[in-house]
């Protein structure tokens, strides 16, 4: 029996006034595309047109994904958004990408799934060796902030924006204990996304004065809510960049105002975290003391009165601005994804090493990492999630980490050995972040840095649910200890 043909659009559906008729066969829809005036169809679709045919439509060499008449090729390849644009002055290839030493690293790595049950046993006694005296039961530091009080609130919330607004209230709520949420600095956060959280310390900051805001993303991303921001007194810039590449020194609004900066992050997945704090405490800080820069009192001096400088030295800790001027006034990074962490980006490989532990140990544990957040999910549970997320339409990648960012995998723990229980690879899996992270504390504290981790929110809310906090040790108090 001959096979029927796909059925066509409903007589009841039409195209949109002004968009496309050419109707999206894998997508059971009209394309929604803007076409011009006098036409029927947009310029991906033109071909269909019968009055187009004698004209011929070609891949476009930078980005297959598109394409383009054949006899407009030379002017689209001079306008098109794929084209290799002029990288600006802050871009400084690899700058916070740390030093390459691929002698380290063996050219092949088998799957968890591919050991024996000796090496994986070897490997776990490894990471017991190198945990012993670690804390594996971090401070609860769960915060809240007013400035989200009405959000969190409201009966419209569904349970993941609930979610993400307790997270936000909790690191605002963090960044406002340390004596970070204050003015004249400057707030660079990593891996923005949206650029809520930003949008949040915005918010709580009201009118303060002289506040600039510096979103990192390296990719495209919608629903922004930079726009939002009309306020005299703040200042938002974003910048589409790798972090890797991220050069803080050469951005034209720091290099002027010389303002303290506060690194700030949600869900820094992986080895972006890595990147930022090497970003922030080498690349920027490090160069701003080799300069000798002006303290941040006599810049104030230079823009203000003599009263109005008396009243700010009354004020003092009330409005939180430091005694003197710092580069890195502080960082606050929710961590998230171990998983995806790299032996040549990670900070913490003089800790390996002291331990003698090194790029394999680093691998396999990196791997086992996700049995904290993912390993022992169920299938069901699985499928569930998949088809949430696709249901949900506004979903954005940045924050689909609260569950680990994970996938199952050959490596996840349904595929290893069963000679470990549900609870000790859960265990096993903590223990690799915990390591991974105390690397990260103790490169901060080599720099410079008094660090600290705490749980920021409740597992429920998010698995990922750890807190990266760090003042330079001479701006602090008892009071912002971490």
């Not at 300069?291 to 009165?305: C, G």
Request: aromatic share 6%.
């Amino acid at each position: 029996m001959a096979a029927s043909a796909p059925a066509p659009p409903r007589t009841t559906d039409f195209p949109a006034e002004g968009r496309c008729s050419y109707y999206v066969e894998k997508k059971k829809r009209f394309c929604r595309m803007v076409v011009a005036a006098g036409r029927r169809f947009c310029g991906e679709h033109a071909g269909a047109a019968e009055e187009e045919n004698a004209r011929k439509r070609i891949l476009c060499p930078l980005d297959p994904k598109h394409t383009v008449y054949e006899d407009q090729l030379a002017k689209h390849l001079k306008k098109c958004n794929s084209r290799e644009k002029p990288k600006p002055d802050f871009f400084i290839q690899d700058i916070n990408a740390g030093l390459n030493d691929e002698t380290e690293i063996p050219e092949q790595l088998v799957p968890i799934s591919s050991l024996s049950e000796e090496q994986l046993e070897s490997l776990i006694k490894k990471l017991r060796k190198a945990s012993e005296g670690l804390n594996s039961t971090l401070k609860d530091q769960i915060m809240s902030h007013p400035a989200l009080h009405d959000a969190l609130n409201d009966p419209k919330n569904g349970d993941s924006a609930t979610k993400h607004l307790k997270q936000q209230a909790s690191i605002l709520g963090n960044i406002e204990k340390l004596k970070l949420l204050g003015p004249r600095r400057c707030f660079v956060e990593f891996g923005a996304g949206k650029g809520k959280l930003s949008h949040w310390v915005d918010i709580a900051l009201k009118d303060a004065e002289k506040v600039h805001f510096i979103l990192v993303e390296k990719v495209t991303t919608r629903f922004k809510v930079d726009g939002k921001h009309r306020k005299k007194n703040s200042v938002f810039e974003r910048l589409q960049i790798d972090i890797q590449h991220l050069c803080l020194n050469k951005i034209p609004l720091l290099s002027k105002e010389k303002l303290p900066v506060v690194g700030i992050g949600k869900h820094l997945c992986g080895v972006a975290t890595d990147l930022a704090l090497r970003c922030l405490v080498e690349t920027y800080a490090a160069s701003c003391e080799e300069r000798n820069e002006e303290p941040l009192a006599k810049r104030i001096k230079n823009d203000k009165t003599e009263k109005e400088i008396n009243t700010l030295a009354k004020e003092g800790n009330e409005k939180n601005v430091p005694e003197k001027w710092t580069p890195v006034a502080g960082i606050v990074i929710a961590l998230c994804c171990h998983h995806r962490c790299d032996w040549r980006h990670y900070v913490g490989k003089e800790y390996f090493r002291a331990l003698g532990l090194g790029a394999v140990e680093f691998h396999y544990f990196q791997r086992m990492s996700s049995w904290a957040t993912c390993g022992m999910r169920k299938t069901s549970l699985e499928a569930s999630n998949l088809t949430t997320k696709k249901k949900d339409k506004h979903s954005d990648a940045s924050e689909e980490h609260d569950d680990g960012g994970c996938r199952i995998t050959d490596d996840s723990a349904e595929s290893v050995p069963g000679f470990l229980t549900v609870e000790e690879k859960k265990k096993i899996g903590h223990l690799c972040k915990l390591l991974i992270d105390q690397g990260r504390v103790e490169y901060l504290q080599q720099k410079g840095f008094s660090p600290a981790l705490q749980y920021y929110t409740d597992p429920l809310v998010s698995l990922e649910n750890v807190l990266l906090t760090a003042l330079p040790n001479h701006s602090l108090s008892p009071e912002t200890t971490p």
